[in-house]
């Protein structure tokens, strides 16, 4: 089975702090993502890479960054957190290339900026 | 630009019965593919299952059936013989082919309840 891990699960964090989280697949997939999920809004994309050192901006890519240095891990940063980075974030993985090629999803996690 | 809607915000449905979630799309890509996933409360998001535009026949995978209407851009969700289990969020999404392959797009989401 293919197994996506996130760092944390819940994450509290101050206003203008660094912010890192972490993502790491195990099953030497090419491409992975980061997305948030607000209520009402559905996943946006925010960053993806398809292979090491390569990223791509998503739809939501203001105030992250993001860091691929090797294949099965993929981070995603927030610089200077703010309230309204408040969310769920959800990491992704897949192979790529065939059509109907699923994302296989982490458990997310659930970060809160006071 | 893409885009999927859901707009069914909530559903509830008894035990045993069949629901349809419904997912309308707009793309301008000649070929996509179409995505139904569910989020239980754990919060981590399952693959449920997948239609590609060029398929003839609708996708099935075991209680789950896809009802694809290709000319009307709708791509709803089927459950069969509803589980107390299959309470959760179900996320429609969309991936293009022609530039940009690897992104999907979600729609809003559907909280579907099921009672006994």
């Known amino acids: 089975d293919v197994k996506v891990t996130q760092s944390s699960r819940y994450l509290v964090k101050r206003t203008g702090e660094k912010v890192f989280l972490e993502c790491v697949q195990d099953?030497?997939?090419?491409?992975m993502f980061w997305y948030r999920q607000d209520p009402g809004l559905g996943l946006r994309l925010i960053y993806f890479?398809?292979?090491?050192?390569?990223?791509e901006k998503g739809d939501i890519p203001e105030g992250y960054s993001v860091s691929r240095e090797k294949k099965e891990r993929f981070s995603l940063i927030l610089e200077s957190a703010s309230t309204n980075q408040t969310s769920m974030y959800l990491c992704?993985?897949?192979?790529?290339?065939?059509?109907?090629?699923?994302?296989?999803f982490g458990p997310g996690t659930r970060l809160t900026v006071l | 630009a893409q885009k999927i809607t859901q707009t069914q915000p909530g559903m509830f449905v008894q035990e045993k019965e069949a629901v349809t979630l419904d997912c309308t799309y707009d793309?301008?890509?000649?070929?996509?593919?179409l995505f139904w996933y569910k989020q239980p409360s754990s919060g981590e998001m399952i693959f449920l299952i997948y239609?590609?535009?060029?398929?003839?026949q609708n996708a099935t995978e075991g209680r789950y059936s896809l009802n694809f209407q290709k000319a009307r851009k709708s791509a709803n969700l089927v459950i069969s013989a509803s589980q107390l289990g299959d309470s959760a969020m179900y996320f429609c999404?969309?991936?293009?082919?022609?530039?940009?392959?690897?992104?999907?797009?979600f729609g809003a989401g559907t909280r579907l309840a099921v009672h006994p």
């Open positions: 239609q590609g535009s060029y398929d003839q």
């Open positions: 890479s398809y292979d090491v050192k390569m990223k």
């Open positions: 793309t301008s890509d000649p070929s996509y593919g």
């Open positions: 999404a969309m991936r293009g082919f022609s530039g940009g392959y690897n992104k999907l797009i």
């Open positions: 099953m030497d997939h090419e491409n």
């Open positions: 992704a993985s897949t192979p790529g290339g065939r059509a109907g090629d699923t994302q296989y």
